[in-house]
């Protein structure tokens, strides 16, 4: 009853209800366009292609889903995602841009145009190296270098419209906009995938399909928690009564146990599938020396094999430890807290503060990163178990449904907070 009120509550609010129509007709342009084939593929051999190599469907979860059909939208939205990211680390090496980001709006507004500019060339070189990787394949037969040229082009393009149809969400929808695309693109797959593999299971094993139907029940509980997790710093004001003499006014830092959220699991999948890419690339040279390392390659990083597993986990690890140092500076939240007369009960302010923050942050982001390693592990270990592929909806695509969902809910909430406000000023 209480989430049918909200709905219509929702609904009756006129601002929202057009944003939540517009983010769908965006969503329903994005789904559209990534069934619009590119030309000079070989359909039939990309299909051959996707279900032999798990790493590839992979890649198509981060692409929202229009690279296994190789659309127009081919490459999704991944030069996009790296454009940001770099930004994000640039902006700690230049100052200049630490300063842009320190300007409010208009600074953040200048970073995202920079992001933009930074996607296009991202975009070539992936559309590039796509088309490489798949002429070594067999898949793309173009021999014109104008056709090579257009197909470069028309993927690139892809990239720079679903940008657009994303920020078109941002400005206009309910926000968040290159996250649901990618969520949209994630669901989906899932009524088909969900299906054949819910089939088989029942075929096979009724316990078996109940273990899995309780596990997957099981991430989703675990995603929600870890990702609305946070450890409480008590922080206490000194503030001037009205009466005169001072009295502490108590508030806390939230910190919170996965700060970086599905950026490291980004990160590793391009490091960890970067191996296995050029090793698919070599099979196809022709010289057997080479075809035979790329082999011996191609199975150490194989999705099911130790050195893979090992390797992408600790590369996880190590991304949520790096990102977070990025996102979140000790000593600047030490210094803004002395800045406003605040301390941390207990602890000196300025850089003891800043050495008790990074300390309890360290301690809460192992376990965070833990937990991410394994939802990333979550597919190779329930093939391992029952030998079924569920890649498709692995716990990557889970951490991504969950988390978009919950930060677009909290949207929404504070839409109608903001509503609720401007009625009681009026």
């Known amino acids: 009853m209480n ?46 292609l996707f279900a032999s190599s798990p790493l590839l469907s992979l890649l198509d979860i981060f692409s929202g889903g229009t690279l296994a059909n190789f659309s127009i939208l081919a490459l999704g939205l991944n030069p996009y995602i790296n454009a940001s990211i770099i930004l994000q680390l640039l902006t700690l090496v230049f100052p200049a841009l630490e300063e ?51 197909l470069v082009l028309t993927m690139t393009a892809g990239t720079i419209f679903a940008m657009w149809l994303g920020e078109l969400i941002t400005e ?15 669901v989906g797959r899932i009524p088909v995938v969900a299906g054949q593999t ?49 009295v502490a006014q108590s508030t806390h830092l939230p910190l919170r146990i996965n700060q970086a959220g599905v950026i490291p699991i ?18 196809g040279v022709g010289n057997e020396n080479v075809a035979r390392v790329a082999q011996q390659i191609g199975s150490a990083f194989s999705p099911q094999s130790v050195v893979y597993n090992i390797t992408y986990f600790l590369l996880i690890v190590g991304f949520t430890f790096f990102y977070t140092a990025v996102v979140f500076n000790p000593t600047k939240i030490a210094d803004e807290i002395k800045k406003y007369g605040g301390f941390v009960p207990g602890i000196r302010p ?20 833990i937990f991410l390693g394994l939802i990333a592990l979550l597919p190779s270990i329930v093939q391992g178990f029952s030998g079924i592929n569920t890649l498709a909806m692995g716990g990557t695509g889970i ?28």
């Open 3 to 48: 989430v049918w009120a909200s709905i219509s509550r929702i609904w009756s609010i006129a601002d929202v209800r057009k944003k939540i129509i517009f983010t769908a007709l965006i969503l329903a342009v994005f789904r559209l366009s990534a069934h619009i084939p590119a030309s000079g593929v070989n359909y039939q051999q990309l299909a051959e």
């Open 100 to 150: 842009l980001s320190k300007e409010g709006e208009s600074g953040r507004a200048k970073i995202n145009q920079y992001t933009r500019f930074l996607t296009v060339p991202l975009a070539v070189l992936q559309a590039v190296g796509m088309y490489a990787l798949l002429q070594s394949q067999g898949i793309v037969s173009l021999a014109s270098p104008f056709l090579i040229l257009s």
């Open 172 to 186: 206009h929808g309910i926000g968040n906009g290159i996250s649901i695309l990618i969520f949209a693109g994630i």
């Open 198 to 246: 819910l089939s088989t299971l029942v075929e096979e094993d009724i316990l078996l399909f109940a273990s899995v139907l309780v596990m997957s029940l099981v991430v989703i509980a675990g995603v929600v928690i870890v990702n609305e997790a946070t450890r409480r710093v008590p922080v206490q004001y000194a503030r001037r009564a009205a009466r005169g003499g001072i």
């Open 266 to 283: 980004i990160f590793a999948v391009s490091l960890v599938l970067a191996p296995s890419m050029i090793a698919q690339f070599l099979q």
């Open 350 to 369: 300025g850089k003891s503060t800043a050495e008790y923050l990074n300390f309890v942050l360290t301690r809460i982001t192992l376990p965070g990163a």
């Open 399 to 426: 951490l991504i449904v969950v988390s978009v969902v919950l930060e677009t809910i909290k949207k929404i909430e504070s839409q109608l907070v903001m509503r609720n406000y401007d009625k009681f000023i009026k």
